[in-house]
Nanobody
Framework: QVQLQESGPGLVKSSQTLSLTCTVS??????????WSWIRQPPGKAPEWIGAIASSGNTYYSPSLKSRASISRDTSKNQFTLQLKSVTPEDTGVYYC????????????????WGQGTQVTVSS
């Protein structure tokens, strides 16, 4: 059984950096050819892929967020993190961490395990 759990602040102020951590159990984030993504869904909008980190440590980002997003990992804790700089109220939404379906790359919209999601609200 693979489980993912997001953690981090539910509220963050504009211009600050949002930091979220995903703790994974049941699989290793270093499993060969695995990809671990952050996805968010603003209220009333479609889900948006933010970026991913591969088992190799390589990272990939949505062009629209590349300048502000950073994904890193702590393999000793089987965790990966998202940092989103200079947030604005437009960054408000539910944030999910996910595992890509085995065999799919970082850009393929197929995820077999999701965290429960965490609401992030950016105050103005």
């Amino acid at each position: 059984q693979v489980q993912l759990q997001e953690s981090g602040p539910g509220l963050v102020k504009s211009s600050q950096t949002l930091s979220l951590t995903c703790t994974v159990s049941g699989d290793s984030i270093t499993t060969t050819n695995s990809y671990w993504s952050w996805i968010r869904q603003p209220p009333g909008k479609a889900p948006e892929w933010i970026g991913a980190i591969a088992s190799s440590g390589n990272t990939y980002y949505s062009p629209s967020l590349k300048s502000r997003a950073s994904i890193s990992r702590d393999t000793s804790k089987n965790q990966f993190t998202l940092q989103l700089k200079s947030v604005t109220p437009e960054d408000t939404g539910v944030y999910y961490c996910t595992r890509s379906v085995p065999g799919l790359g970082p850009f393929s919209p197929g995820y077999d395990y999701w965290g429960q999601g965490t609401q992030v609200t950016v105050s103005s």
